[in-house]
């Protein structure tokens, strides 16, 4: 087991998120939690799937945050006509008399990707990121390529009710640590982006970090201790959410029809110690399980048919999970 983290490295690290949070902050006005998400997500090193109607601000906390690591960004504008060789890169014939094919990189190949409106295009293309998101490379015939290290997709997407949208696949939602909903602003926000902002332009942010000293949160993070009866509640936790599990609960029973993977379990676990760190803790406490479970858990469990005729969504399952799995198991 790693040396655990002394208070003086607990300070330092949440000194560094607290100004990444800040600058956060700064964009997305009166969204404390969904900042807190996004920036336990890079501690984490997850990916972040942002869910909202258009004009909340998703992309430009997205392009904030790059600025804020001091990252190379890039953005792509997902459309259904959009090819997978338009996101991984593709090989072009260059040169003259003799003409050889050179690979020429996509904008996958940046440390912090936006993928705006990612359920605008076709499931073809959206499985392009599957490779990507997990294994941090793509392979263009045949040839893998690495991505750069770190590399985080932050992917924003519409409601599914919105014409001219394609839910995105199982597998790939398992690939995002966090879905966030982004919950409209009311008007008291929207006198201050008024008064505050020419032509709603959010303001000039300067780097709060760079990459050794993000390494560092990194290995901090790594750090940060995970005692045994919590990693047990996390295993009840997603043992909980299967509805053939033994000890699924009647909510999950009635309305799931596939439970969480042990993805989920890691998800947690991850998730788990950024909190922790942020809230200068050196190891993860049960509360900390329990702040992050809805996002973590709330795009894996598929539900049944009935939950859509009771209206009953992911989250409702959630806080039904949290509420009947005790913290320390009764065994």
Excluded at 205 to 233: I, K, Q
Excluded at 320 to 325: G, I, K, R, T, Y
């Amino acid at each position: 087991m790693s040396e655990l983290l002394s208070p003086a490295e607990v300070q330092g690290a949440v000194e560094r998120v607290a100004q990444l949070q800040k600058g956060l902050n700064q964009v997305l006005l009166d969204q404390t939690l969904v900042v807190e998400q996004v920036a336990a997500a890079v501690l984490a090193r997850g990916h972040v799937l942002l869910e909202g109607l258009p004009g909340l601000g998703k992309t430009e906390l997205c392009k904030a945050l790059a600025r804020l690591l001091g990252l190379p960004f890039r953005r792509i504008q997902f459309t259904p006509d959009l090819l997978p060789g338009d996101i991984t890169g593709t090989y072009v014939l260059e040169g003259e008399g003799r003409r050889d094919f050179t690979f020429r990189e996509g904008p996958l190949f940046a440390n912090v990707v936006l993928a705006d409106e990612i359920n605008r295009s076709s499931p073809k293309t959206q499985s392009a990121l599957l490779e990507a998101m997990q294994e941090r490379s793509v392979t263009v015939l045949g040839q893998t390529r690495p991505l750069p290290d770190p590399f985080f997709v932050l992917a924003t997407q519409n409601p599914i009710e919105l014409e001219g949208t394609y839910p995105l696949p199982e597998a790939q939602l398992d690939r995002f640590l966090f879905r966030v909903q982004v919950p409209p602003v009311g008007a008291k926000t929207l006198t201050t982006l008024l008064t505050t902002r020419v032509r709603g332009t959010p303001p000039a942010l300067s780097p709060v970090t760079d990459a050794e000293g993000l390494a560092s949160l990194f290995a901090a993070v790594d750090r940060v201790h995970l005692p045994v009866p919590v990693a047990d509640f996390i295993g009840r936790l997603v043992e909980a959410s299967d509805p053939r599990g033994p000890g699924a609960p009647e909510p999950v029973r009635r309305f799931v029809r596939y439970g969480a993977s042990p993805r989920a379990a890691l998800a947690l676990a991850a998730a788990g110690r950024a909190l922790a760190l942020m809230r200068g803790k050196p190891n993860v406490g049960f509360d900390e399980v329990v702040a992050a479970a809805p996002a973590v858990l709330n795009h894996r469990l598929v539900l049944a048919y009935e939950a859509s005729l009771e209206k009953v969504g992911a989250l409702d399952v959630v806080r039904a999970l949290l509420q009947s799995v005790p913290e320390v198991s009764r065994a």
